[in-house]
């Protein structure tokens, strides 16, 4: 175990304490190693960028699969508003949270030191990562006795708490209803390689930042920072 790193938990011991048994462990190693600790440890053979890129395919079609199944009577624009919410930064990140596994996320010192395991993006994309690696390693039926006990529980709040509505169209109608204008939104940063970039997005209303959402897209980090702006509100209301 690393002593320079906050790992916690080897790839084995996750096996262990969360039931699964991958037949390649290099393949669950390599979805916990982030670039950042490739870039220090040469003997590290692949992070998990690829696997991340497998995976986030792999959950828009289960995710997709699973509500078509789950919610028969629900229409077209309200799936893709339901799918939209479970598979963004945030609920993902939640999912990993709830497993603990930034317990085992192999990380740079630098990346350690900046709070790398706590933060949403990179939980989201170890989650991906390792739905990658468990899709390659047992196939989509262990994939989906794996994630669809998280959709239900996550899909019961997401209603619960109406976060499949459409936050930009609610904050729209908030800033029509007070005679504003539209809300502005507008991309402060950006990191990452290409492929995997990450959008920072303020919103502002009345030339006043109301809040901000950071996500792998232009259009999730918009939404965020919707959500952002309209909880805002809602407690100087």
């Not at 916690?8 to 262990?16: A, G, R, S, V």
């Not at 965020?224 to 209301?237: G, P, S, T, V, Y």
Request: include cysteine; charged fraction near 30%.
């Amino acid at each position: 175990m690393e002593s320079d790193q906050t790992i916690t938990e080897t790839p084995q011991e996750l096996m262990d304490r969360m039931h699964i048994r991958f037949n390649d462990v290099l393949l669950l190693t390599r979805a916990l190693t982030h670039r950042s600790y490739l870039n220090e440890h040469p003997d590290a053979v692949e992070d998990n960028e690829r696997l991340e890129f497998l995976g986030d395919a792999v959950l828009d079609f289960l995710v997709g699969e699973w509500l078509y199944n789950r919610f028969p009577e629900m229409e077209e624009g309200d799936l893709t508003q339901m799918r939209s919410a479970l598979v963004q930064t945030n609920q993902l990140s939640i999912f990993t949270k709830q497993l603990e596994m930034e317990k085992a996320i192999r990380l740079g010192k630098g990346e350690t030191k900046s709070g790398g395991n706590y933060r949403n993006t990179l939980l989201c994309d170890v989650f991906e990562a390792f739905i990658g690696a468990l899709f390659l390693d047992k196939g989509m039926e262990d994939v989906k006795f794996f994630v669809y006990p998280l959709l239900e529980e996550a899909a019961v709040e997401i209603i619960e708490n109406h976060k499949n509505e459409d936050p930009k169209s609610k904050l729209q109608e908030w800033a029509q209803a007070n005679g504003y204008l539209p809300p502005k939104y507008s991309t402060t940063n950006i990191q990452g390689p290409d492929h995997a970039k990450v959008f920072e997005i303020e919103v502002k209303i009345n030339n006043k930042i109301l809040g901000n959402g950071v996500a792998k897209s232009k259009q999730s980090a918009e939404k965020l920072a919707a959500q952002n702006a309209l909880k805002q509100i809602n407690r100087e209301a």
